[in-house]
C-alpha cells in the first residue's frame, strides 16, 4: 500500500502539473480522457478497488476517491480559466475604437482639371446655366463650317487641327480643336432660350511649356431675344468673383476676330504679377482669358435660328490655364505626367466637394 500511496501522490502531483501546463480546450480535454475517461489511470485504479480485501480498501477508497475529485476540480477550474482567457483574446482581437477617425481607403485624390470643372458646374449651373456635351471627334462641319469658319482659314491648316482618315457627310473627321462646336449641336437640339456651358478636352498640334496637344476648354452659350455684350460682361464678371473668391474683379474687353462672333473680344482680367505670382483681383496687369462675342447671324442660320429674332453672346477659356492660375501650379506638362508625386501634391480629396456656400475653392 506504501508504493500505491507514492504512486498516487506522484500520479496527482504529475496530473497537477500537467493540468497547469495545458494551454488550450483540446489540450485539457485530452487530459481529462487521459486521467478520468473509461480507460484513464484513475479510473482504472478505481476499478482495482473491487479486487481489494475490505481492509486496503477501506484505506485506499478515501484517498482515490479524495484523488479523483481533486483532480476534476482541477480540470474545471483549469477549463473556465482557459474559456475566459479565449474570450478575452477574442474581444481583444475584435475590439473596435469608435472614438478613433475613420480610416481612409487609399483611393488617390480628384486631378485638378477635373476639381476645377466641377467648381465651374456648380457656379454655372447655379446662374442657371445647363452643361452640354459633344464628342471628340468631330467633323469639319461642327468643327469649322457650322461655326463660320471659312474653308480657307488658317484654323483648319493641318498644322492645328488633328484629321483623322475617315469622312462623313460634314466632311474629314478630326479631334475638336475646340469646344465650340457643341453650341452647334445644343442649337440643333434646343429652342431657344438657351444658356449652357459645355466643358471638354481639345486636341492642336502645339506643344510646349505653355501648350500640350490635348487641353480642357469651357465654352458658354446664352441665346434668347434680348442678351446683349453688356450681359456677357455680367455673367463673366459673376462668375470670376466666385470662381477666385475675390469681389475685386475687373474685366476688360479687346476687340479681336472670331469667325462664329460679331462683334469678337478678347477678355482679360486684372492681376498682379509683381511677386513673381499671378494674383488676380489687384495691380496694374491684364492677364487674358479667352475670347468672347455675339453670337454671327450665320451661326445660328446654321442652326435654323432665325437672327432676326434670336441673338446671344458665347465665350471660350482655357480650363487648365484656370486650374494654374487658382492653385499656384507653374507648369502645364505634369497635369497629363500621371506623376502620382505631383497628383498627391495638388490632387484634391474625394471626400471633399465644392460648394458655394463655403467658397467653391474649399
Ligand atoms: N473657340 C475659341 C478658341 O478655341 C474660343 C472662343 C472664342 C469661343 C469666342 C467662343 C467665342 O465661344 O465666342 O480659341
Not at 192 to 204: E, K, N
Not at 240 to 261: G, N, Q, S, V
Not at 267 to 285: A, H, L, N, P
Amino acid at each position: 500500500m506504501n508504493g500505491q500511496t507514492l504512486d498516487l501522490a506522484a500520479l496527482e502531483r504529475d496530473l497537477a502539473a500537467r493540468i497547469t501546463a495545458a494551454n488550450d480546450e483540446a489540450a485539457l480535454e485530452a487530459l481529462r480522457v487521459e486521467a478520468l475517461g473509461k480507460q484513464g489511470s484513475i479510473s482504472a485504479l478505481m476499478k482495482s478497488l473491487g479486487t481489494m480485501s475490505p481492509e486496503e480498501r477501506k484505506e485506499a477508497g478515501p484517498k482515490l476517491n479524495g484523488l479523483k475529485d481533486r483532480v476534476t476540480e482541477a480540470i474545471v477550474t483549469k477549463k473556465a480559466t482557459l474559456a475566459e482567457a479565449a474570450l478575452d483574446a477574442q474581444l481583444k482581437a475584435e475590439a473596435v475604437d469608435v472614438t478613433l477617425p475613420p480610416i481612409r481607403p487609399r483611393i488617390g485624390t480628384i486631378h485638378p482639371v477635373s476639381r476645377v470643372m466641377e467648381e465651374l458646374a456648380l457656379i454655372f449651373g447655379e446662374m442657371g446655366f445647363s452643361v452640354e456635351e459633344g464628342p471628340d471627334i468631330e467633323n469639319e462641319w461642327y468643327n469649322f463650317s457650322a461655326l463660320n469658319t471659312p474653308e480657307k482659314h488658317p484654323a483648319r491648316d493641318l498644322q492645328d487641327t488633328f484629321y483623322l482618315s475617315g469622312r462623313d457627310d460634314g466632311g474629314r473627321k478630326l479631334l475638336r480643336t475646340q469646344t465650340s462646336p457643341v453650341q452647334i449641336r445644343t442649337m440643333q437640339k434646343q429652342k431657344p432660350p438657351i444658356r449652357m456651358i459645355c466643358m471638354g478636352r481639345t486636341f492642336r498640334r502645339d506643344s510646349d511649356a505653355t501648350h500640350t496637344p490635348m487641353f480642357h476648354q469651357i465654352e458658354g452659350l446664352v441665346i434668347d431675344k434680348t442678351s446683349t455684350m453688356a450681359d456677357l460682361k455680367g455673367v463673366l464678371t459673376a462668375f470670376l468673383k466666385a470662381y477666385f473668391e475675390t469681389d475685386a474683379i475687373e474685366l476688360r474687353f479687346r476687340p479681336h476676330f472670331f469667325p462664329f462672333t460679331e462683334p469678337s473680344a478678347e477678355m482679360d482680367v486684372r492681376c498682379d504679377r509683381s511677386g513673381g505670382q499671378t494674383k488676380i483681383g489687384e495691380g496694374e496687369d491684364w492677364l487674358e482669358l479667352g475670347g468672347c462675342g455675339m453670337v454671327h447671324p450665320n451661326v445660328l442660320r446654321n442652326c435654323n435660328i432665325d437672327p432676326n429674332e434670336y441673338q446671344g453672346y458665347a465665350w471660350g477659356f482655357g480650363i487648365d490655364r484656370m486650374a494654374m492660375l487658382k492653385y499656384g501650379m507653374p507648369d502645364l506638362r505634369p497635369f497629363f505626367d500621371s506623376d502620382t508625386r505631383w497628383l498627391k501634391h495638388y490632387g484634391f480629396s474625394p471626400y471633399l466637394l465644392p460648394g458655394l456656400a463655403q467658397g467653391v475653392g474649399q
